[in-house]
């Protein structure tokens, strides 16, 4: 098996079927494998990765329901793929035409491959005005320091995921992206940007759950910020969140609309959140 792409997946019947067609309709000269680790999901996901599995046999199912979160998945997942390159991918949301090929192709010269993420092929333009647009001509990077890779769209080397570690099941929240790509540069390692591996990316839409997003990214970015301070990387002073707190209230008036609301509940979530993390982390980042 030259290429594993794992997928970690909970409750993700709805959209699911949609990542793993995008999958499976793409052609590539090695052979790969898509490997699903279920996080304890209690809709359709089994029924329907097994329904797949039936169809193809590239189609792997594996019970990661021992733990929680997407990066216990995702740790479950690899160690279960067949293959030592490893590529990783979302449930909900859907990879470019030539992301298998690209990343397969990729890893046979490169230990990390990321690339870029697109956001309006499956998001209302109201909902991209209010979350905002990604370079997809360059790579990220954290203040041009070193370059990020995201956990739903990386291609790396087992032997490079198992001595940095994988990604850090606890204590990140949503910045766990930004820990394992510090990680990778404390390692010497400088991921490869192959502009053909696009994931299209899905933003959350309900005020609801995009207050739980916000919240969850939110708890991470103290120690994130204590990380980079303690490594002498470039990132956020101590008070650089102080204004969204005032933005909160300057925007109350806004949530007569769809997009204020929106707005509102992500900011309020990710101030939320950093608060706990603070709390938590007793690492001073507002």
């Given at each position: ?136 001509d360059r790579p990220r990077t954290q203040n041009g320091a ?58 959350r839409s309900e005020p609801r759950a995009l207050f739980r ?74």
């Amino acid at each position: 098996m030259d290429l594993s792409v794992v997928i970690p997946a909970k409750n993700s019947a709805a959209d699911l079927g949609a990542q793993l067609d995008a999958l499976l309709d793409q052609a590539w000269s090695g052979e790969w494998e898509i490997v699903v680790a279920d996080n304890a999901s209690t809709d359709g996901t089994v029924a329907l990765v097994a329904e797949y599995s039936r169809r193809d046999a590239r189609v792997r199912f594996v019970d990661a329901s021992g733990g929680h979160g997407a990066n216990f998945a995702r740790t479950v997942g690899a160690r279960a793929a067949c293959a030592d390159h490893l590529a990783f991918a979302d449930s909900d949301d859907i990879v470019g035409p030539r992301w298998v090929a690209t990343m397969g192709d990729a890893l046979r010269s490169h230990q990390v491959v990321t690339g870029p993420i697109e956001v309006d092929l499956l998001n209302p333009p109201w909902l991209t005005a209010v979350r905002g647009r990604l370079p997809v001509d360059r790579p990220r990077t954290q203040n041009g320091a070193f370059t990020l890779v995201a956990g739903g769209n990386v291609g790396i080397h087992r032997s490079v995921w198992e001595s940095i570690g994988g990604f850090a099941e606890d204590a990140f929240g949503g910045g766990e992206d930004l820990e394992f790509s510090l990680r990778l540069h404390a390692h010497g390692v400088a991921p490869h940007f192959a502009p053909d591996a696009i994931l299209h990316y899905r933003y959350r839409s309900e005020p609801r759950a995009l207050f739980r997003q916000g919240r969850f990214y939110g708890r991470g970015k103290p120690l994130i910020g204590r990380l980079l301070h303690d490594a002498g990387l470039p990132g956020p002073s101590r008070l650089s969140g102080w204004k969204s707190w005032l933005t909160l209230f300057a925007w109350l008036p806004r949530l007569r609309t769809r997009e204020g609301r929106a707005a509102w509940c992500w900011v309020a979530g990710s101030r939320l959140g950093q608060l706990e993390g603070i709390v938590h982390h007793r690492a001073f980042w507002l």
